[in-house]
């Protein structure tokens, strides 16, 4: 399975930051698969900021939970993050992932996109 992140490299602080993962060789219905979106700052720790799963339920950090969406379509096999009202504290390269179940501990994702970087700035 391959995962391609895309999106706009740049955002304004205070728009939102929309990102898309198209997923090839695999469908992102199957069980037991869940799909996450993953952030490193610089400087900073692999975040898990969320996940979708196969039913397309979905899990938020809480943290991030009040403006951040996570959703599917399952027509295209393409998943997407939205996460509004950026600050700079935002910018990182983000990542879209695949693993057996939802956890939050980021290492664990070992089918990873290749990242796209994601700067806040005006």
């Known amino acids: 399975v391959q995962l391609q992140e895309s999106g706009p490299g740049l955002v304004k602080p205070s728009q939102t930051l929309s990102l898309t993962c198209a997923v090839s060789?695999?469908?992102?219905?199957?069980?037991?698969?869940?799909w996450s979106w993953i952030r490193q700052a610089p400087g900073k720790a692999l975040e898990v900021i969320g996940y979708?799963?196969?039913?397309?339920?979905?899990y938020v950090r809480p943290s991030l939970r009040s403006r951040t969406s996570i959703s599917r379509d399952t027509s295209n096999n393409q998943f997407f993050l939205q996460l509004s009202s950026v600050t700079p504290e935002d910018t990182a390269v983000y990542y879209c992932a695949r693993n057996d179940y939802g956890t939050t501990d980021a290492h664990i994702y070992n089918i990873r996109g290749q990242g796209t970087q994601v700067t806040v700035s005006s």
């Open positions: 979708i799963g196969y039913s397309g339920n979905t």
């Open positions: 060789g695999g469908s992102i219905s199957i069980n037991p698969y869940y």
